[in-house]
C-alpha cells in the first residue's frame, strides 16, 4: 500500500506522501500516468463514500504522456524468420505479423476460436484482462490455421499437460528465429504500422490490436514517411 515503509495508511496520506511515493518508483511513463488516475480515482470515491472530506490525490500533478517510439520489425527481420521456420512456427510468426496478436494469444488459440461468416474466416482472440476482439484473417493464414488445429485437435499450439504452450515459451520460440534485438513484440508493431498505412485510420488499428485508448495504439504505430513528406510539401505549395 502507499506509505507502508512509514506506516501511513490509505486515509492518512497527504499529498506530500503521495507525490514522494510516486517519484521514486521505477516506472515507465504511461505506468505512471495510470497510477496517478487510479489514485485520483480510488481517492475521489472514498471522498463521495464518507470516507475522507478532502481527496490527497488531487492535487498530483499531471503528467506529459511519453513520446511514441515504435518498434516495428523490419521486413527482412520478418522475412529471415519465415524462412528458417517450420510449420508450426511459421505459424506462430504470421499470427503476430499479420493479426498483431501478443504472444500471450497466439499461445491460446484454440480450434473453438474460429468463426467463418459470409466474408471469410476470422479469429475470436482472448486479450488481456479477460477481453475478447475478433480479427479477420487473411485467406492463406486462415487455411494454416484451420489445418494446423484440425492436424491438434484443439489448441494450435498445445503443450505437454493438455493445456496449451505458455506464452513465455511461444516468445523464445519466436525470438530464437528473428535476429538479435527483435523481439515477437516488434513484430506486433510491425502490424500496427503497417495496418495505419492502408487507411491512416487509428481507431481501426485500435480494434484490431485490441487496446482500450488510441493513445495506446499511437505508440504502436511508426508513421509513414511518405505522410510527412507530403504534409510539407503542401504547406510549401501555399
Keep these: 500500500m502507499v506509505c507502508e515503509g512509514n506506516g501511513t495508511g490509505p486515509w492518512a496520506v497527504t499529498l506530500d506522501e503521495l507525490t514522494a511515493w510516486l517519484g521514486v518508483q521505477e516506472w515507465a511513463t504511461e505506468t505512471r500516468r495510470s497510477v496517478r488516475s487510479s489514485l485520483r480515482g480510488f481517492y475521489g470515491w472514498a471522498v463521495e463514500a464518507g470516507y475522507l472530506d478532502h481527496s490527497p490525490a488531487v492535487g498530483l500533478k499531471s503528467i506529459r504522456p511519453a513520446v511514441p517510439k515504435p518498434r516495428p520489425a523490419s521486413d527482412e527481420a520478418h522475412a529471415s524468420a519465415l524462412r528458417v521456420a517450420d510449420d508450426r512456427e511459421r505459424l506462430m510468426l504470421r499470427l503476430a505479423a499479420e493479426s498483431g496478436m501478443r504472444r500471450a494469444e497466439v499461445a491460446q488459440v484454440h480450434a473453438r476460436d474460429l468463426e467463418e461468416d459470409l466474408v471469410g474466416w476470422s479469429l475470436r482472440v482472448h486479450g488481456k484482462g479477460d477481453r475478447e476482439r475478433t480479427?479477420?484473417?487473411?485467406?492463406?493464414?486462415?487455411?494454416?490455421?484451420?489445418?494446423?488445429?484440425?492436424?491438434?485437435?484443439?489448441?494450435?499450439?498445445?503443450?505437454?499437460?493438455?493445456?496449451?504452450?505458455?506464452?513465455?515459451?511461444?516468445?523464445?520460440?519466436?525470438?530464437?528465429?528473428?535476429?538479435?534485438?527483435?523481439?515477437?513484440?516488434?513484430?506486433?508493431?510491425?502490424?500496427?504500422?503497417?495496418?495505419?498505412?492502408?487507411?491512416?485510420?487509428?481507431?481501426?488499428?485500435?480494434?484490431?490490436?485490441?487496446?482500450?485508448?488510441?493513445?495506446?495504439?499511437?505508440?504502436?504505430?511508426?508513421?509513414?514517411?511518405d505522410a510527412l513528406r507530403r504534409t510539407v510539401q503542401a504547406i510549401a505549395q501555399h
Design 135 to 225: 480479427v479477420p484473417l487473411s485467406p492463406g493464414l486462415a487455411l494454416q490455421l484451420r489445418t494446423r488445429v484440425h492436424a491438434t485437435g484443439g489448441y494450435a499450439f498445445p503443450g505437454h499437460d493438455g493445456g496449451h504452450l505458455s506464452p513465455r515459451w511461444v516468445g523464445k520460440i519466436v525470438g530464437r528465429l528473428l535476429p538479435e534485438g527483435t523481439t515477437m513484440h516488434a513484430l506486433r508493431h510491425r502490424f500496427a504500422t503497417r495496418a495505419y498505412a492502408v487507411d491512416r485510420d487509428l481507431l481501426t488499428v485500435q480494434q484490431l490490436l485490441g487496446h482500450t485508448s488510441p493513445t495506446t495504439t499511437r505508440v504502436y504505430v511508426q508513421l509513414p514517411s
